[in-house]
């Protein structure tokens, strides 16, 4: 039976269009696991560096002990990378059980979900590295303006693994950036009659 004369059936170009959405949703999601894994690593490093710093001086028989809570900055980017990690690691699980049951995100609420909690994570994530990035500076250069002390100058290991930490945490911001286009990308396809393929049990 020809369709529309062109000698192909409806049903044929259902079942393509249906099959090609599987192996676009099937490379995405690969894309997507590999980076919330990498997020989730890096968070988990970052969070580590930044939480376990510590160095002690002696200022005139005082024992002085710098610290991650000393700063409430580096406290916010500690809590928004262990939120972080424990999100993509939700979310990677999420998507490995997707890729091994074959299934296809059809769902528009979950979608909706997903894009929302991404964009959220990253919003987060780069708040925390900006605000911290920025504390960084005020005690590396100090501010002779209100007689702010540079801080590096006195404890150099502290502030050294700081730095890794925020560099690591910028790591994990962009890599949700990422993340969050890749969300908008399987929400937004959603709209463009993608889900007329969905069949029977195929699909969340």
Known sequence: MSYLGVGVSPGNV???????????????????????????GLAVVSAVLVG??????E???????????DMKAL??????????????????????????????????????????????MAYVTLAAVASA???????KVGQPELQWMKICDMYGEFCNQVGEGI???LLVSLSMVVIAAISAFSLFRLYGGGSKGKSSGSGW
């Open 14 to 40: 259902a079942v393509h269009h249906e099959t090609n959405l599987k192996v676009i949703d099937r490379r995405v999601r690969l894309v997507e696991l590999v980076l919330r894994c990498v997020i989730c």
């Open 52 to 57: 376990t710093d510590s160095q002690v001086r």
């Open 59 to 69: 200022i005139f028989t005082i024992r002085k002990r710098a610290k991650f809570t």
């Open 75 to 120: 406290v916010f980017l500690v809590i928004a990378n262990g939120i972080a990690a424990s999100y993509s690691l939700i979310q990677a699980l999420r998507c490995a059980a997707s890729m091994i049951g074959g299934y296809v995100l059809f769902s528009k609420p979950l979608a909706w979900a997903i894009f929302s909690g991404d964009q959220a």
């Open 133 to 139: 990035a920025q504390s960084a500076v005020f005690a």
């Open 167 to 169: 560099a690591t945490a």
